[in-house]
Structure formats: C-alpha cells, structure tokens
T-cell receptor
Framework: EAQVTQNPRYLITVTGKKLTVTCSQN?????MSWYRQDPGLGLRQIYYSMNVEVTDKGDVPEGYKVSRKEKRNFPLILESPSPNQTSLYFCASSQGYNQPQHFGDGTRLSIL | DAKTTQPNSMESNEEEPVHLPCNHSTISGTDYIHWYRQLPSQGPEYVIH???SNVNNRMASLAIAEDRKSSTLILHRATLRDAAVYYCILRRPYTGANSKLTFGKGITLSVRP
C-alpha cells in the first residue's frame, strides 16, 4: 500500500532535548516536504526536498533541520526544541511538481 | 497562488449528494483547481483536480464553471466518513522548484446519519 509513514505519532518532551521525527515514503517520490499545522494559521511549510541531497527552506524553517540522504526518508530534526514548536507536523511526498501530494497521519509534538 | 473563497461550513444528510462550492474570481488561465480534504486526526488527502473540463474519479466529481471563476466539488452519496474539512486551492503548473501547498480555512462538512 502506498503510504507516507511518520514516527512518532505523539511526543511530549522538554525544552532543549534534541528530537527527530522520521518520515518515510514507499512510492519512490522525488519531492518531499514538512509542514506544521497550527490553529488559525493553517498549514505552513518548514522545509522541502526536490531529491536526494537537495533541500531548501520553506516559510518557517527557523529551529528545524532536515536531511535527505536516501530518496525514501526525510527526517525532521529539532536540535533544541522550544515551546513555540509545539504543533501538529505533517510530512508529504509527491512524484513531481504540481502532482497530488500524499500526507502522513501527522506527529503531534508538545514541548514543555 | 491565487486566492479562493469557501463558506465556513456545510451540513449534509448521509447518502445524499453534497455540493461544496469554491469561488476563485482571480484565477489565471493556467491555474489548476485542486481539492484536498482532512479528516479528523489525519493528514490532508488529495481528492481531485482539474483545469477546464469537469472531472470524475472514484472519490468525487469536480464541476468547473465555464468562466472558471468558480467550481463545485460533488460527493455523490455522502457517508459519515466524508465528514472533514475540504480545501479548494489553485496551483500554477510551474512556479519553481517548491511544490508547497497553501491551504485556506476550508469548508467543514458535517454529515448527519
């Protein structure tokens, strides 16, 4: 089954403790992206990747890092999480530009 | 991407058709109309997209006005599982490398049993 898998689905942690949210897709998609969704602010893009070793900032990249060492994986790294990064995070992938995007089920992060 | 306008919410009865409207009066000639939906506690899900002609797939139909300033997503027989927020967005065929999606507030669809 074609899918985008995020882990963990839920995480409560403390300020400053590094964490990684993993994202994996099994559709051989070139394009992958991370979004955060906050009430009243909609979906905002954090980082995206056009292919292996090609990443770029989205609209709200501060405080986040990403890597794309393999086509299927696109982890999101919070080196020193802060409470303003408490949010619902989604990973998405697509075959190419303007193709339908497939989303994971989300990761709810709470930073205390 | 150009702006779209949708009502905040709609209600429907189960097993009846639902017509979800979207206005996009500033649409350009090359903009595609995309619909996504987000079920509670899930990620957004692609529904359908089109350019000028009406489109059908297994999930829904998309009716596009002749002047392209509005469109309607049609769910032919609503089920309880169709209760979700539905987003109408416009996308240019190519504006660079980033395929970012920008969602507005969308329509919250409630389905009554």
């Amino acid at each position: 089954e074609a899918q985008v898998t995020q882990n963990p689905r839920y995480l409560i942690t403390v300020t400053g403790k590094k964490l990684t949210v993993t994202c994996s897709q099994n559709m051989n998609h070139e394009y992958m992206s991370w979004y955060r969704q906050d009430p009243g602010l909609g979906l905002r893009q954090i980082y995206y990747s056009m292919n292996v070793e090609v990443t770029d900032k989205g609209d709200v990249p501060e405080g986040y890092k990403v890597s794309r060492k393999e086509k299927r994986n696109f982890p999101l790294i919070l080196e020193s999480p802060s409470p303003n990064q408490t949010s619902l995070y989604f990973c998405a992938s697509s075959q190419g530009y303007n193709q339908p995007q497939h989303f994971g089920d989300g990761t709810r992060l709470s930073i205390l | 991407d150009a702006k779209t306008t949708q009502p905040n919410s709609m209600e429907s009865n189960e097993e009846e058709p639902v017509h979800l409207p979207c206005n996009h009066s500033t649409i350009s000639g090359t903009d595609y109309i995309h619909w996504y939906r987000q079920l509670p506690s899930q990620g957004p899900e692609y529904v359908i997209h089109g350019l000028t002609s009406n489109v059908n797939n297994r999930m829904a139909s998309l009716a596009i006005a002749e002047d392209r300033k509005s469109s309607t997503l049609i769910l032919h027989r609503a089920t309880l599982r169709d209760a979700a927020v539905y987003y109408c967005i416009l996308r240019r065929p190519y504006t660079g490398a980033n395929s970012k999606l920008t969602f507005g507030k969308g329509i919250t669809l409630s389905v009554r049993p």
